[in-house]
């Protein structure tokens, strides 16, 4: 007993087991894009809630946009000209802005829980359950995801709450099979039936065993799943089935942009498209780098 | 092999019957019921009796089960979708219209992604962290990123305005044909279309060989002396082969929807511009009906999937006999 402790005390910091997760976040942190994307997307986000409230511009009464020049090239009163309705765009950004990360966050956001519910009761129920939820997930699969998303909005209608739950409630579904795929590895593992045999119940497996050891593919899921609500919600606002002017998101002000373009109004459409595509492929490599961090056989021992 | 391509087709089918049930209830679930449409097609003329009639003519006075038991009856023996509320035709002759148009358009895109993406993302595996891998993969993930209605605004403004070197709208005549007529119409949608599926493609492709390069049989093959490229073709190709049939099949549903994008932008009649007017006026049996037929598409597709993925692997068939 004595040798042990002495063992123990002559161990310098250097040996103690370092905690996974702080590996993890040194993987994460060594990657500089990866830090680069989390910096772009923390800002933007924080610009969008923030400089409509601080430095407010007219985005929202017509009449007044209607008075102000329309298609103005980019000036000292509006730094990126003003769009074909006479809204400043560089408020607009920000204004759409809002509405999109607030949409593709909360729909993200909800796929990810309903997916992760979803996918562990079918994974770790198995059998006739399991064959039954996933047949399910089959046929949601097989609409294609955009024509499944105009016959919801004809039908139910396209108020902003009911495009986030229009999203969240359909995004889910492969998530839900890969989430699935891991619950089904997981509770076969050693470990998962050890507690098993001592007497532990389903719920608790799943709580303590299969969602803990699964967690790094559902934030890395959860990352993706964001990064696609923004994108189709973009989709449905070219549609004209997004959001309803005069608020606005991207897509539908990339969609208003456009239509502009050969005009060679160019400030319409490539500040924002740039904003756009540069949070889409920040949160993408935000997804990509969490997985290298996670990927166990790549942390060196 | 025959009892595993019979339990796939059993599979699809109780598949396909869950997405009838699923898109026929769809209406039911309105704010204001089975009859909201009414509204919107009788426009003005709405008065509860107009209301009525129109309920009548188009057979949603009946009960929920009837309905359905003829919805799915009549689709399977007659491939009967019902009738337009907004068209006067039915759903299944302005499917058999613009169909052969939209499934022109994925096909050969499906063809040319096929084309380029997968010589692309093996062509990147072999030459892992070269500036050529890092441009493509760098491409690849700001078209994946890049809305697709924008990366064809983008087209057509270059190809069509400052550079015009092709016609940015496909002919529209009626008839089926009448699309061929200028066959140059055809690069910038079929084009765009492509861009966009390699660029998911492609990744996968590079990520499947690279999985497959680290295995002990790739590792058995060069120790046993064979040449990089026979290692490349010979073992490490045709072992990612699997995983890139599974995801062709499963990324039908994402060419429909670029398709639908596509057609928007380039004014290309076709299914997917029929699908959003419908969405637009209310038209709730062709919104449906398309809806359902691009599923079948999809169920076509995975199971043509799985079939060659039996021919491909033999302990997927061997298994999936069992």
């Known amino acids: 007993m004595t040798s042990t402790t002495a063992e123990v005390a002559a161990l310098s910091d250097d040996d103690l087991p370092v905690p996974m997760w702080r590996q993890r976040l040194k993987i994460f942190m060594g990657n500089k894009l990866a830090i680069a994307s989390c910096v772009y997307v923390i800002f933007i986000t924080l610009a969008c809630f923030l400089v409509p409230h601080l430095h407010p511009t007219n985005q929202t009464n017509q009449a007044i946009a209607f008075s102000t020049p329309q298609s103005q090239p980019p000036s000292g009163a509006h730094w990126l000209g003003t769009d074909s309705s006479g809204f400043d765009v560089l408020g607009r950004i920000f204004f759409g802005g809002e509405y999109s990360l607030t949409l593709g966050f909360l729909a993200g956001f909800i796929t990810i829980v309903v997916g992760t519910l979803y996918g562990m009761i079918s994974g770790f129920l198995g059998g006739v359950v399991d064959t039954a939820m996933m047949r399910l997930i089959d046929a949601f699969l097989s609409i294609p995801y955009l024509f499944l998303l105009i016959s919801l909005i004809t039908v139910f209608g396209r108020s902003t709450v009911f495009l986030i739950g229009i999203i969240g409630l359909t995004g889910w579904w492969g998530n839900a099979r890969i989430i699935r795929g891991d619950a089904l590895l997981i509770r076969n593992l050693d470990y998962a039936n050890a507690s098993t045999s001592m007497g532990a119940n389903k719920w608790h497996v799943i709580r303590r065993h299969v969602f803990p050891n699964s967690i790094s593919n559902i934030v890395t899921v959860a990352t993706f799943s964001v990064a696609d609500a923004i994108l189709f919600l973009s989709a449905l606002g070219f549609l004209g089935l997004g959001i309803q002017s005069p608020e606005t998101d991207w897509g539908t002000m990339l969609q208003s942009g456009t239509e502009q373009i050969q005009n060679g109004f160019w400030w319409e459409v490539f500040p924002v498209a740039v904003v756009f595509i540069l949070v889409v492929v920040a949160i993408n490599y935000i997804g990509d780098a969490l997985r290298d961090a996670f990927e166990v056989r790549l942390i060196e021992r | ?322």
């Open chain 2, 1 to 322: 092999m025959f009892s595993y391509i019979l339990r796939r087709l059993v599979q699809s089918f109780v598949v396909l019957l869950i997405v009838i049930v699923m898109t026929f209830s769809l209406p039911y679930f309105q704010p204001h019921g089975i009859l909201a449409p009414a509204f919107a097609v009788l426009g003005a003329r709405s008065t509860p009796l107009n209301v009525h009639v129109w309920a009548v003519q188009h057979g949603l006075t009946q009960s929920y089960f009837v309905r359905l038991y003829k919805y799915i009856d009549q689709l399977l023996l007659h491939f009967n979708l019902g009738h337009s509320y907004k068209q006067s035709l039915s759903v299944r002759s302005i499917i058999a219209l613009y169909v052969p148009r939209t499934i022109w358009l994925a096909l050969s895109s499906l063809i040319f992604t096929v084309i380029i993406a997968i010589p692309l993302g093996i062509f990147q595996a072999s030459r892992r962290n070269t500036v050529v891998d890092y441009a493509a993969t760098g491409t690849a993930f700001l078209l994946y990123a890049m809305p697709a209605f924008l990366l064809c605004m983008l087209a057509i403004d270059a190809f069509g305005f400052h550079w015009p070197r092709f016609p940015i709208s496909p002919p529209s005549g009626v008839a089926p044909w009448a699309i061929f007529t200028d066959p140059k119409a055809f690069i910038l949608p079929v084009g765009c279309l492509t861009l966009l599926s390699v660029a998911g493609l492609s990744r996968f492709m590079r990520g499947t060989v690279l999985e497959v390069m680290v295995q002990d049989y790739v590792r058995t093959a060069r120790a046993k002396g064979c040449g990089s490229r026979r290692v490349l073709w010979r073992h490490a190709f045709r072992n990612a082969l699997g995983p890139i049939v599974t995801i062709l099949g499963l990324s039908i549903p994402a060419l429909f929807g670029g398709a639908l994008i596509v057609e928007d932008v380039f004014n290309y009649a076709g299914l997917g511009v029929q699908t959003i007017n419908a969405a637009i006026t209310f038209d709730v049996p062709t919104v449906l009906g398309i809806t359902v037929l691009v599923s079948i598409f999809t169920l076509l597709g995975n199971l043509m999937a799985d079939v060659a993925l039996g021919l491909i692997d033999p302990r997927i068939r061997i298994e999936g006999a069992r």
